[in-house]
């Protein structure tokens, strides 16, 4: 065997490895990502050597040497980290490169670092590819420190900046997950309407769509523009008509030839369409249209009354009683006049439904569903969650380890009132005033998460009367069969329960609620017909990555975030 032949030793395999490794192209850009060079477990020092083309946009630029040389933080959004971009005054006119802001794009070769320094490895540029100017006088995105209220107001560059950059792509992952854990548990993936004339929360803050008000003001200009005919038109069409008619009637009886009979009732047949369009146009009204003094729907778009939906539940449900498991995930909607950090006016929801199964089902599938999201942000978004614990709340990443590792703690709605009741004996003072009966408020929510277990929690079996209809009466007759995930940071991430699928049940509680039936007769024919053991849940997507970050307002984890008196772009 030739020596060139004979087996390497395992150090020097690895070597060779380093030497031959390549870092690819993207799929779809003549470039390498910035995550395909710095997001190696050896910071990129392996790739040094190879000539890349990469581009971004300047985190900081500085330059060097009296001017001979550019050091550039480039940053393309595939990864927290930067890569460092040496470029030489003989390439391209410096100042126009240093700007925070800028986008370049550039070819150079890889090499390492000297040492000493924080990089593992940075690119000696041979080419300046474009330029993606910036004047820094202008800029509403400096390198200075910048507030996520600030942000707020500059919606479409605040993706530039590390922290909704960072967000974006934790976002990013919490939907992939979310969609791999439903796949591998064999749910069907549905999309339910976004417009709807149910109301699922019975709640009432629902967006309304119409077009009555554009209607009406495109016939109000028209009117004014092109008047409706007076009596006089009308009473002078009518004579045109009867004029007409007794043409018609003349020609017939003097015996006339068929063609001039015919060309006769055309005449009359054009004069009765031109009285037609006139009595019709006289009816036109402006305003929007009124039956009995309250609005006329059926002039509307659906002939109906139409809303943005508030969640995909209802309408998912007919899908679980039919192919069994599903889910759905999109934006839902609530006119609900608040300010506060946790409430948006759109926002995402994750609803699935599952049959032949109860509560305790539920409960499992909601406890598994938030540790396979932690555990997928843990292995794969890590360097982004650093990023998160370094720059807003140092106990992230080890809230997501425990609620990953541990089981959820579940007590009763009846034991948590008791257990809130024995806090305020103690001198606990709540804002809510705990007593059986009562909704739970977020403080009651994070301090059984938070101070008594410090863990996640499940409450179930709920009061009826705070409960929406469709959720199953427990055998006392005074629970329903709901419960709600309770979460360190957020409180309430999930509520759900068993649903009602007895018939003559969920009637009366449509009509105990004060709902009316018309509208739910379709819900109650999945009763009627086939009636299964079902339930589900809701969990607010934007509250998993509160949970998650440790960001503190919604509006800053939702990449346009809509809120009473703003919905920008």
């Known amino acids: 065997m030739a020596e060139t032949d004979q087996a390497l030793p395992p150090s020097d395999q690895l070597a060779a490895m380093n030497l031959t490794d390549t870092v690819e192209k993207h799929a779809f850009s003549d470039r390498v990502l910035i995550r ?18 990469a581009g971004g946009w300047v985190k900081t630029g500085r330059e060097q040497g009296k001017g001979t ?3 550039l933080e ?25 700007a925070t802001g800028t986008c370049v794009v550039v070819d150079g070769i890889l090499k ?8 593992k490895i940075e690119l000696r540029v041979e080419k300046v590819v474009s330029v993606g100017e910036v004047d820094p006088a202008k800029y509403p995105i400096p390198k200075t420190k910048l507030t996520l209220e600030f942000l707020r107001d500059h919606l479409h560059l605040r ?30 993936y549905v999309h339910t309407p976004i417009l709807t004339t149910s109301d699922c929360e019975g709640a009432g803050e629902m967006f309304q769509v119409t077009t009555l008000i554009s209607e009406s003001e495109k ?18 069409a009518r004579q045109v008509v009867s004029e007409r008619g007794e043409a018609v009637k003349q020609l017939k009886a003097a015996k006339a030839s068929k063609s001039e009979i015919t060309a006769s009732v055309a005449e009359l047949n054009k004069a009765k369409e031109n009285l037609s369009k006139l009595e019709e146009r006289s009816k036109l009204k402006p305003g929007i249209p009124k039956k009995d003094g309250k609005i006329d729907y059926t002039q509307d778009f659906f002939a109906r009354q139409a809303f943005l939906t508030v969640s995909g539940q209802l309408q998912v449900e007919t899908y679980a009683c039919a192919v069994s498991n599903v889910y759905t995930f999109g934006p839902t909607f609530r006119a609900e006049h608040s300010h506060t950090s946790r409430h948006l006016a ?22 598994a569903y938030v540790k396979y999201m932690c555990n997928w942000l843990l292995d794969k978004c890590l360097d982004d969650m650093q990023f998160m614990a370094k720059s807003y709340d140092k106990g992230c990443i080890d809230r997501l380890r425990m609620v990953a590792s541990i089981p959820f703690v579940r007590i009763s709605y009846t034991e948590a009132v008791e257990l809130l009741e024995e806090a305020v004996k103690g001198g606990k003072k709540f804002e809510n005033e705990v007593k059986w009966g009562i909704d ?17 929690v499940i409450v179930y079996n709920y009061p009826k009367g705070i409960k929406a209809f469709y959720m199953r009466l427990n055998d006392d007759l005074k629970t329903v069969a709901a419960m709600d995930v309770l979460v360190p940071k957020v409180g309430e991430l999930i509520g759900g329960s068993q649903r009602e699928e007895r018939y003559e049940v969920i009637r009366e509680r449509i009509l105990e609620v004060g709902l009316p039936l018309e509208p739910y007769e379709w819900y109650l024919d999945l009763r009627r017909y086939g009636t299964v053991k079902h339930c589900g849940f809701g969990l607010g997507f934007e509250r998993m990555i509160l949970f998650a970050t440790g960001i503190e307002n919604i509006r800053d984890v939702i990449p346009f975030p809509r809120y009473p008196g703003r919905a920008d772009l």
């Open 36 to 53: 395909s060079i710095v997001g190696r477990p050896d910071g990129g020092a392996g790739l040094a050597g190879q000539r890349v083309r």
């Open 69 to 71: 040389f550019a050091f």
């Open 159 to 188: 993706a530039r900046t590390n922290t909704i950059a960072a967000i974006a792509r934790i976002r990013n992952a919490l939907a992939f997950a979310t969609h791999s854990f439903f796949q591998e548990h064999n749910f069907l």
């Open 219 to 236: 016939l109000e200009k028209e009117l004014i523009k092109n008047p409706p005919p007076s009596e006089v038109d009308i009473e002078a």
């Open 74 to 98: 480039l940053n393309d959004g595939s990864c927290p980290a930067n890569l460092q971009v040496i470029v030489d005054a003989g390439l391209a006119v410096l100042s126009k490169l240093v």
């Open 112 to 119: 390492v670092p000297p040492e000493g320094t924080r990089q």
């Open 440 to 456: 739970l408020a977020s403080e009651h929510e994070r301090y059984l998460t938070e101070v008594k277990f410090q863990k996640p």
């Open 346 to 367: 759109e926002f995402w929801m994750v609803e699935p439904e599952i049959a032949f199964a109860d509560l305790q089902d539920d409960m499992n599938c909601a406890e």
